[in-house]
């Protein structure tokens, strides 16, 4: 029975002395008269979730101090943070405040803002999770957004831009083999057609300044009408 009455003595004393710096924290409009390790926090619920917003409560508040506090501890394994030790003031409507991290060794002293700052950037992505916000609709003033990792592709780039040259030089090398093809046939199949009208004895007749010329049969020949016929007149006995 003692030792249940002090442990809930301990708890009152506890709370009572978070209390205390509480108020003391809330006093004269700023956090513990330590302005260089406090933070101000602003949430933009309504317009990140819009008719899904949730009220900002107790509830939400003592969530906050949660998450500090697993921030805390999780940035240093020799840190005891506790809900306790962090304490919330100025809490407005549009919810913003302020928030101190006191030392929960020494609860009249608080943690230096740069350990604060330094566990809240590597926890970041988690605090937004817990209050569904992002950084943007979550924003610590005097702690700059934790910039996402670049996206690396699945494929080395040089593995990419080799594919893309050996794609132009196989194309290149088709249309030239399909060229050289297509000239190949196209010079059979004038040779062809050449060779079908000698064996046809096909004239062609050619227009030379206005007058038609017949074009010698190789093959066969030309033979002259005028001389054809002196030939036949001399000869004969």
Not at 205 to 222: F, M, Q, R, S, W
Request: proline residues 3%; contains cysteine; hydrophobic residues 40%.
């Amino acid at each position: 029975m003692c030792f249940m009455n002090l442990i809930s003595l301990r708890n009152y004393t506890n709370n009572f002395s978070s209390v205390v710096q509480q108020s003391k924290c809330c006093s004269d409009n700023h956090p513990l008269n330590y302005a260089q390790n406090a933070f101000k926090v602003r949430l933009s619920i309504k317009a990140a979730l819009g008719d899904n917003a949730y009220a900002w409560d107790a509830n939400e508040e003592y969530l906050f101090k949660a998450m500090v506090a697993f921030a805390m501890r999780r940035y240093s394994s020799k840190s005891t943070t506790q809900i306790s030790n962090v304490l919330l003031c100025n809490v407005t409507d549009r919810v913003s405040f302020w928030f101190v991290v006191t030392d929960s060794s020494k609860n009249v002293t608080t943690v230096p803002g740069s350990d604060v700052e330094a566990a809240i950037r590597m926890n970041r992505d988690r605090i937004n999770n817990a209050f569904l916000l992002s950084d943007k609709t979550l924003q610590f003033l005097k702690i700059t957004s934790t910039l996402s990792p670049p996206v690396e592709p699945s494929t080395p780039v040089w593995l990419i831009v080799f594919g893309v040259v050996l794609c132009l030089i196989v194309s290149g090398i088709i249309f030239l083999i399909f060229a050289g093809i297509q000239q190949h046939k196209k010079k059979n199949k004038e040779s062809t057609e050449r060779e079908n009208l000698e064996e046809k004895g096909e004239v062609t007749v050619t227009v030379e300044n206005g007058i038609p010329c017949e074009t010698l049969d190789l093959k066969a020949g030309h033979i002259n009408g005028v001389f054809a016929a002196d030939d036949e007149r001399f000869t004969s006995l």
